[in-house]
């Protein structure tokens, strides 16, 4: 592990700023820290209002990432106050939290680490705790003690696994002075991490940089026990519909539609096809806290009732021992392990399915490791591993991301999302927690939004092969799809029939309708597996109730489009699938609409582009987004009912009321 303190970065800075500086260089180091785990304090001064001052902790607080922390990030509590709380004999990790959280000298500091005392306990000025996984390796096997000594001698003290909290700082004052010494210079946690320590971040960062190397030299130096050899023969292809039913009974062990994405590579395809995977990755994971994020074991295969029906014995054999009647969290994976899909990583979000991933994909090397050049993993106890997942505190992290967003879990495809009313519509189904692939031919659709609830793809809609490719990477990234929003369209110059241009007649078909009619055909299998139901809301137009003249190629594409959507309507209700459909109206915010063709057109109607955008009944200006909640709606419970629907948004207009 490579030392990467740049004295330039924090030379002139404050004790404080040094130390969240160096907390940035461990947690921007995902070898060592995912997701929220580790955490970093220093001992300096506090100074109140009055002047006078105090020896303060700064600790970490939940709910910062040690990755992107800043000093804000770091809780004062006064040093005392913690010296006394280390006194007591018993605490409760209620009232161990109560205590922590009145102590701190800012009102609006974060909740302070669950490893508070134990930060404060430690007899140096700054801490650096991680869960490295040379660390896990070191340590999750039989002889993790013994190995620990062998590497690093005397010089760190040992730690048996005890859950984080009261009982892990008072265990590890016990530790201290059965080994501490002057040369001591870090502290190894079975099953759980490293810390290290000194007078300042940099040099305890520096020792863990160096802890760190001797560990990775150790495993570098072992011998290849086996290699297995494999015959990877799996399809170049998944079938996507097999993949959207996995996440159709996945969510409904969830009890809520979830988000299941697929990850490949070699070593994956290896890891999943190993003889033993199911001996190997069944035994848990490898630190307790990984547990919120990826479940004790994940499911090898398909079998989702199984896997559900064992986390409920799992949890009916655990919760009787516990003395606090606690409520089942739901029994559904986190992870799955399958030879034909490689690694699935689920989540009520793509980021919650994202961070498992992060931690499975960081786990399979180190299983690995252990397995094939050491005696074998060994995992904590199902007990200790219950007692952390049921955990409040632990469970406290997750409640740190707010309530489940009305759409959380269920995925979204909408065309023409770049610009106009499809941009729109994407806007608001990802605002209402839906996880969106958006199609457009503007290749700024990649980025348009950011986030991992956001898959933008260049795509021609009338490009069948491109679409179909699209929909593959779309179903792989989340699992399936949901919800259609048909909002690409194209609006061709207006003729009359007389000078009807073929070509553009040809276009305006492909494009407004037979590039739908594709879409539906290749969605439709996977719209009857949604979880919550499928819902396809179809931006059409008033031209297709109300046309006028001029207008032939669009607004016979338009109408036909509203036939489809009807044939929709009847042939998927037995699915559950509602079709509806939208007919805006002038609409000027899109990108059919430029200045010089509203001036042209307002000028044709002796009208100023005010008057025009506004002559309507109502006399108001329709925008993209009145459209996109209407469309949105349309896709709530609140409309459950209703299929073929036709809705106009257009400002109220005499012909089609
Ligand atoms: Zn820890």
Redesign the pocket.
């Given at each position: 592990m490579k030392n990467l303190w740049d004295e330039t970065d924090c030379k002139d800075s404050d004790t404080l700023s040094c130390c969240a500086y160096g907390s940035r260089l461990l947690g921007g180091d995902r070898s060592l820290v995912l997701h929220g785990?580790?955490?970093t304090s220093v001992k300096a001064e506090w100074k109140d209002v009055t002047g006078s001052s105090l020896d303060a902790l700064y600790v970490k607080g939940s709910g910062w990432d040690l990755a992107t922390i800043e000093v804000l990030g770091f809780t004062p509590l006064p040093l005392s106050r913690m010296q006394e709380l280390l006194g007591l004999d018993k605490l409760s990790d209620e009232d161990m939290m109560a205590e922590l959280s009145t102590a701190r000298l800012r009102p609006d500091a974060p909740q302070p680490s669950v490893?508070t005392l134990l930060h404060a306990f430690l007899p140096y000025r700054s801490v650096q705790?991680?869960?490295a996984d040379v660390i896990l390796s070191l340590t999750n096997v039989e002889e993790g003690e013994e190995t620990v000594r062998e590497v690093y001698g005397d010089s760190v003290v040992v730690v048996p696994y005890v859950m984080?909290g009261f009982d892990l700082a008072k265990a590890v004052q016990e530790a201290w002075d059965d080994q501490a010494h002057s040369e001591t210079v870090g502290m190894v946690?079975l099953h759980?991490?490293l810390f290290t320590f000194a007078e300042t971040t940099r040099d305890a960062y520096g020792r863990h940089t160096d802890l760190i190397t001797k560990a990775e030299k150790f495993l570098d130096g072992l011998p290849e026990k086996h290699k297995e050899k494999k015959d990877l023969n799996k399809k170049a292809e998944i079938a996507l519909v097999e993949l959207a039913n996995l996440r159709q009974k996945v969510s409904q062990a969830a009890g809520a539609p979830m988000i299941l994405s697929r990850h490949t590579c070699e070593e994956i395809d290896n890891f999943v096809n190993r003889s033993d995977v199911e001996s190997l990755a069944t035994r848990g994971p490898l630190?307790p806290?990984h547990i919120i994020r990826t479940k004790r074991t994940p499911l090898i295969g398909r079998d989702v009732d199984k896997y559900a029906q064992e986390y409920r014995d799992y949890f009916d054999r655990n919760n009787e021992r516990s003395k606090n009647d606690l409520t089942m969290l739901d029994p559904a994976p986190r992870v799955i392990l399958d030879k034909e899909f490689g690694l699935l990583t689920i989540g009520a979000t793509a980021k919650d399915a994202d961070i498992a991933s992060d931690i499975y994909q960081q786990t399979i090397p180190v299983l690995e490791t252990l397995e094939d050049q050491r005696s074998g993993y060994v995992a904590l106890g199902e007990e200790d591993l219950f007692d952390l997942e049921y955990w409040d505190l632990e469970q406290a992290k997750l409640r740190l991301a707010g309530p489940r967003k009305e759409f959380a879990g269920q995925i979204a495809l909408v065309t023409g999302a770049a610009s106009g009313i499809g941009h729109a519509c994407a806007a608001e189904l990802l605002a209402r927690g839906a996880s969106v692939i958006g199609f457009d031919i503007n290749p700024e659709v990649e980025t348009i939004f950011s986030g991992p609830e956001w898959l933008g793809q260049v795509v021609d809609v009338s490009d069948e092969d491109a679409q179909v490719e699209a929909i593959r990477q779309g179903v792989e990234r989340f699992g399936g799809v949901d919800i259609l929003v048909v909002g690409a369209g194209i609006f061709p110059s207006s003729e009359l029939i007389s000078e009807l241009n073929l070509d553009a007649w040809q276009k305006s078909m492909d494009v407004n309708v037979t590039s739908v009619s594709r879409l539906f055909h290749h969605l439709a299998p996977l719209f009857a597996l949604a979880p919550a139901g499928g819902k396809v809301v179809v931006v059409a137009s008033r031209n297709a109730l109300a046309p006028g003249k001029g207008a032939a190629a669009y607004s016979t594409a338009k109408s036909a489009l509203t036939q489809l959507s009807r044939v929709a309507a009847f042939e998927w209700a037995e699915h559950g699938v509602r079709v509806n459909v939208v007919h805006p109206d002038n609409v000027f915010d899109t990108g059919l609409w430029t200045e010089e063709v509203l001036n042209q057109r307002a000028a044709n109607y002796e009208m100023t582009v005010a008057e025009y955008k506004a002559r309507n009944l109502l006399k108001m200006e329709v925008k993209a987004r009145h459209v996109a909640s209407v469309v949105v709606e349309l896709c709530s419970d609140r409309f459950g009912a209703t299929t073929g629907a036709q809705i106009p948004i257009d400002g109220g207009n005499e012909r089609t009321i």
């Amino acid at each position: 592990m490579k030392n990467l303190w740049d004295e330039t970065d924090c030379k002139d800075s404050d004790t404080l700023s040094c130390c969240a500086y160096g907390s940035r260089l461990l947690g921007g180091d995902r070898s060592l820290v995912l997701h929220g785990g580790g955490n970093t304090s220093v001992k300096a001064e506090w100074k109140d209002v009055t002047g006078s001052s105090l020896d303060a902790l700064y600790v970490k607080g939940s709910g910062w990432d040690l990755a992107t922390i800043e000093v804000l990030g770091f809780t004062p509590l006064p040093l005392s106050r913690m010296q006394e709380l280390l006194g007591l004999d018993k605490l409760s990790d209620e009232d161990m939290m109560a205590e922590l959280s009145t102590a701190r000298l800012r009102p609006d500091a974060p909740q302070p680490s669950v490893e508070t005392l134990l930060h404060a306990f430690l007899p140096y000025r700054s801490v650096q705790h991680s869960h490295a996984d040379v660390i896990l390796s070191l340590t999750n096997v039989e002889e993790g003690e013994e190995t620990v000594r062998e590497v690093y001698g005397d010089s760190v003290v040992v730690v048996p696994y005890v859950m984080p909290g009261f009982d892990l700082a008072k265990a590890v004052q016990e530790a201290w002075d059965d080994q501490a010494h002057s040369e001591t210079v870090g502290m190894v946690l079975l099953h759980h991490g490293l810390f290290t320590f000194a007078e300042t971040t940099r040099d305890a960062y520096g020792r863990h940089t160096d802890l760190i190397t001797k560990a990775e030299k150790f495993l570098d130096g072992l011998p290849e026990k086996h290699k297995e050899k494999k015959d990877l023969n799996k399809k170049a292809e998944i079938a996507l519909v097999e993949l959207a039913n996995l996440r159709q009974k996945v969510s409904q062990a969830a009890g809520a539609p979830m988000i299941l994405s697929r990850h490949t590579c070699e070593e994956i395809d290896n890891f999943v096809n190993r003889s033993d995977v199911e001996s190997l990755a069944t035994r848990g994971p490898l630190t307790p806290d990984h547990i919120i994020r990826t479940k004790r074991t994940p499911l090898i295969g398909r079998d989702v009732d199984k896997y559900a029906q064992e986390y409920r014995d799992y949890f009916d054999r655990n919760n009787e021992r516990s003395k606090n009647d606690l409520t089942m969290l739901d029994p559904a994976p986190r992870v799955i392990l399958d030879k034909e899909f490689g690694l699935l990583t689920i989540g009520a979000t793509a980021k919650d399915a994202d961070i498992a991933s992060d931690i499975y994909q960081q786990t399979i090397p180190v299983l690995e490791t252990l397995e094939d050049q050491r005696s074998g993993y060994v995992a904590l106890g199902e007990e200790d591993l219950f007692d952390l997942e049921y955990w409040d505190l632990e469970q406290a992290k997750l409640r740190l991301a707010g309530p489940r967003k009305e759409f959380a879990g269920q995925i979204a495809l909408v065309t023409g999302a770049a610009s106009g009313i499809g941009h729109a519509c994407a806007a608001e189904l990802l605002a209402r927690g839906a996880s969106v692939i958006g199609f457009d031919i503007n290749p700024e659709v990649e980025t348009i939004f950011s986030g991992p609830e956001w898959l933008g793809q260049v795509v021609d809609v009338s490009d069948e092969d491109a679409q179909v490719e699209a929909i593959r990477q779309g179903v792989e990234r989340f699992g399936g799809v949901d919800i259609l929003v048909v909002g690409a369209g194209i609006f061709p110059s207006s003729e009359l029939i007389s000078e009807l241009n073929l070509d553009a007649w040809q276009k305006s078909m492909d494009v407004n309708v037979t590039s739908v009619s594709r879409l539906f055909h290749h969605l439709a299998p996977l719209f009857a597996l949604a979880p919550a139901g499928g819902k396809v809301v179809v931006v059409a137009s008033r031209n297709a109730l109300a046309p006028g003249k001029g207008a032939a190629a669009y607004s016979t594409a338009k109408s036909a489009l509203t036939q489809l959507s009807r044939v929709a309507a009847f042939e998927w209700a037995e699915h559950g699938v509602r079709v509806n459909v939208v007919h805006p109206d002038n609409v000027f915010d899109t990108g059919l609409w430029t200045e010089e063709v509203l001036n042209q057109r307002a000028a044709n109607y002796e009208m100023t582009v005010a008057e025009y955008k506004a002559r309507n009944l109502l006399k108001m200006e329709v925008k993209a987004r009145h459209v996109a909640s209407v469309v949105v709606e349309l896709c709530s419970d609140r409309f459950g009912a209703t299929t073929g629907a036709q809705i106009p948004i257009d400002g109220g207009n005499e012909r089609t009321i």
